[in-house]
C-alpha cells in the first residue's frame, strides 16, 4: 500500500507559478511510473505529466514548456512546477504513481489549484 499526500495549492493570478508537491509513504526510486493528473469541475480526470524510472517524462500539449515534473528519490517525493498559469489550469491535482508495469495503482487526496484575478 502506497500512501501519497499533496501539497502547494492554492490562489494564483495568472502568470503566476506554483509548485506541487506529493509525498510517497515509501521510496520512489524503483516506482515505475509517478505522475500528475487534474480533473476540473465537469470534465474528466486528464494526464498532466508523467515520469518513468527511465528518466523518460511526458507531458500534456495543454502545459508543455510551462510545467516540469521531477522526482526526488532522497525525499520520496515527486513535484509539478507550473509556470505562466492560466484560469483553464484550474482545476483539482492528483498525484499518481504506479509501482510497477503490472501493479495496482495509487492516487492521493488531490490539492486545488485555482488560477484567477
Known amino acids: 500500500q502506497v500512501q501519497l499526500v499533496e501539497s502547494g495549492g492554492g490562489l494564483v493570478q495568472p502568470g503566476g507559478s506554483l509548485r506541487l508537491s506529493c509525498a510517497a509513504s515509501?521510496?520512489?526510486?524503483?516506482?515505475?511510473?509517478m505522475g500528475w493528473y487534474r480533473q476540473a469541475p465537469g470534465n474528466e480526470r486528464e494526464l498532466v505529466a508523467t515520469s518513468f524510472r527511465t528518466g523518460t517524462t511526458l507531458y500534456a500539449d495543454s502545459v508543455k514548456g510551462r510545467c516540469t515534473i521531477c522526482r526526488d528519490n532522497a525525499k520520496n517525493t515527486l513535484y509539478l512546477q507550473m509556470n505562466n498559469l492560466k484560469p483553464e489550469d484550474t482545476a483539482v491535482y492528483y498525484c499518481n504513481v504506479k509501482p510497477a508495469i503490472r501493479a495496482d495503482e495509487y492516487w492521493g487526496q488531490g490539492t486545488q489549484v485555482t488560477v484567477s484575478s
Open positions: 515509501g521510496s520512489i526510486s524503483r516506482v515505475w511510473k
